[in-house]
């Protein structure tokens, strides 16, 4: 049981490039969230779904895009990449909220 | 907007002591908190939670208070210990957004020997 993947787990761009983080999760959970954290602060949710076919917003959703195919992943894609998206980025799962959800174990990206 | 915030960014504990780690919330209809555990270079683990219609919650070695009269939360963990050292990291929502959580920024936990 591999829980919540997320790939890749370190990435440098450039500004203007463009890239998808990868989240995949083998439990079945309706509900998926991508967070960022930026250093020595607490994380901020972009967007979450709670379930496929069905996304939205959260606090921070500009700059990025989310589908839900299906229930296992859950994709970010950066489209412009700009500088203040240097961030760690988590991928998280739950059965039917946030209560008790499962993180990933983080994407570093880093735009120069 | 309102936020969740933490009183010490750090706290210092010696191995076997108790450690109380506290947090401020200022959105009075949030109803539901986690306190979450995150170790260097990982995600964020839950540990506990609570609703508002509960004062108290205990878990193994973990206990959540919650005093809704002055909007505050905390966590306090029994003989810490030196796998205990990480920030946590507490967080609110409330029913009418259920999916969505709100972060406070952190406290690192430091165990010393």
């Known amino acids: 049981n591999a829980g919540v993947t997320q790939t890749p787990k370190f990435r440098i761009l450039k500004i203007g490039q463009s890239m998808t983080l990868q989240c995949a999760q083998d439990m079945n959970h309706n509900y998926m969230y991508w967070y960022r954290q930026d250093p020595g602060m607490g994380l901020k949710l972009i967007y979450y779904?709670?379930?496929?076919?069905?996304?939205d917003k959260g606090e921070v959703p500009n700059g990025y895009n989310v589908s839900r195919s299906t229930t296992e992943d859950f994709p970010l894609r950066l489209e412009l990449a700009a500088p203040s998206q240097t961030s760690v980025y988590f991928c998280?799962?739950?059965?039917?909220?946030?209560?008790?959800?499962?993180f990933g174990q983080g994407t570093r990206l880093t735009v120069v | 907007g309102e936020s969740v915030g933490l009183h010490l960014p750090t706290l210092s504990v010696q191995e076997g002591d108790n450690s109380i780690i506290n947090c401020a919330y200022s959105?009075?209809?949030?109803?539901?908190f986690i306190w979450y555990k995150q170790e260097s270079g990982k995600g964020p683990q839950f540990i506990i939670d609570i609703r508002s219609n509960m004062d108290k919650r205990q878990g193994q070695r973990v206990t959540v208070l919650l005093n809704k009269t002055v909007k505050h939360l905390s966590l306090q963990i029994a003989a810490t210990q030196p796998g205990d050292s990480a920030v946590y990291f507490c967080?609110?929502?409330?029913?009418?957004?259920?999916?969505?959580?709100?972060f406070g920024t952190g406290t690192r936990l430091q165990v010393t020997l």
């Open positions: 967080a609110e929502s409330f029913t009418g957004t259920a999916s969505k959580l709100t």
């Open positions: 959105n009075s209809a949030s109803d539901y």
């Open positions: 779904s709670v379930g496929a076919g069905i996304t």
């Open positions: 998280a799962s739950s059965l039917r909220g946030p209560a008790e959800a499962f």
